[in-house]
């Protein structure tokens, strides 16, 4: 053999390639997989169920005029309750709600509720309870006051805010 030319040697792997998967890191994954959803899990079961009421868009016709014979109670700020803008006590809110209710016949027990902004949530509950412990079919929750509306003595503005106190005269 010459010196300037070398002989290729081929060399044979001592087994064949392996074609086999490596699962090691696939169990690692599937691991991590299930505990993240094993934490997951249980946070995404603490929903509340909220009835909503479906809407029928009307086209065009006015809003029923508000009947003077709906009961409307109201919880201001402090607290205190007023049925159809008369203020009564705590102590006698379920009693004269149960009268006014037992006028009624039974498809029209239907009690609305407008609570202030800064009112007391359990103060508002409650209303409703003592409502329903009255006799009240249907409760309702009113979020703006009609046109027509007395706020405790006060005519209500057309946007339905309380109008605004009178200039003072000047001389």
Known sequence: MSRGHKQRQWVKPASAPNSEINVTPLVDVVLV?????????PLLEKDILVRVPETEVEENQPPP???????VVQ???????????EQ???SD?????????????????VVFFMADDAANYGK????????????AKILGMATELPQNAVIQGT?????GAPPAPPAPPTP
């Open 75 to 85: 919880v201001d700020k402090s607290g205190a309750y007023s049925i159809n803008t």
């Open 124 to 135: 508002l509950v409650v209303a409703l309870d003592g409502a329903r412990a009255a006799g």
């Open 93 to 109: 809110y379920v009693a004269r709600l149960k009268r006014m209710l037992n006028a009624k016949k039974p498809d029209e027990k």
């Open 33 to 41: 997989l299930l505990i993240i959803f094993m934490v997951v899990t």
């Open 88 to 90: 009564i006590p705590a």
């Open 155 to 159: 005519q209500a503005t057309p946007d």
């Open 65 to 71: 005029e508000p009947d003077d014979q709906q009961i």
